[in-house]
């Protein structure tokens, strides 16, 4: 098994053209100017994770009131990942990349989420009955006495989150300019072993 895994952590990751690199770059600049101009607001993409953040409610909540709660979180975080595991393990470079970028940005979403735990001023949105609905991150830092302390984590949430983007487009761009120069390096040996052999 442990072979297996060596092998597996040697497969090469399949190459990112140029034009896809400067296309995927120029993509994450956009999108991070659009985050860092929001300051810290709901973002177009937070659409489609309160989607996901509902229904995690919904799933998790089979297993009792206290997963469900930390349901919609739970799911919100765990699409992506797994998405990005699913990716990672076929070596999609892009794909991977894209998915983990995601990951992270979810962390900002989350943040504003927390930081709002004691205000209670963002609008709520909830699958139930509507007079049943219940602000997420109050009810769970105040189970864990720490309500007092919300927008401190929020903070911390935030930072990992940009520090998780910013890593993620880095890696990138890492690994396809390491793919990209192993690629000549291995065109530069066929070409020459090519003449040898003329």
Not at 110 to 113: D, G, K, L, R, V
């Given at each position: 098994m442990f072979e297996n895994w060596i092998a597996f952590r040697e497969t090469e990751w399949q190459p990112v053209p140029r034009w896809a690199l400067v296309a995927w770059v120029g993509f994450y600049a956009l999108f991070l100017a659009y985050v860092f101009h929001s300051h810290g607001g709901f973002l177009f993409i937070d659409m489609a994770n309160l989607v996901v953040h509902e229904g995690g409610h919904l799933l998790f909540g089979w297993f009792g009131p206290t997963l469900g709660l930390w349901g919609g979180t739970l799911l919100q975080?765990?699409?992506p990942l797994l998405l990005a595991a699913y990716f990672y393990t076929q070596r999609q470079t892009g794909s991977f990349a894209f998915c983990a970028f995601f990951f992270f940005e979810?962390?900002?979403y989350?943040?504003?989420?927390m930081a709002d735990a004691r205000a209670m001023v963002l609008p709520l949105v909830t699958t139930g009955d509507p007079d049943n609905v219940e602000h997420d991150w109050h009810t769970i830092f105040s189970s864990i006495g720490v309500l007092q302390y919300d927008t401190t984590i929020a903070g911390i949430v935030r930072f990992l989150g940009w520090c998780g983007m910013l890593g993620v487009v880095a890696w990138l761009v890492w690994q396809s300019l390491k793919s990209s120069s192993t690629a000549d390096a291995l065109t530069g040996e066929f070409n020459i072993l090519n003449r040898r052999g003329r």
């Open positions: 975080w765990l699409v979810n962390w900002l989350t943040a504003t989420y």
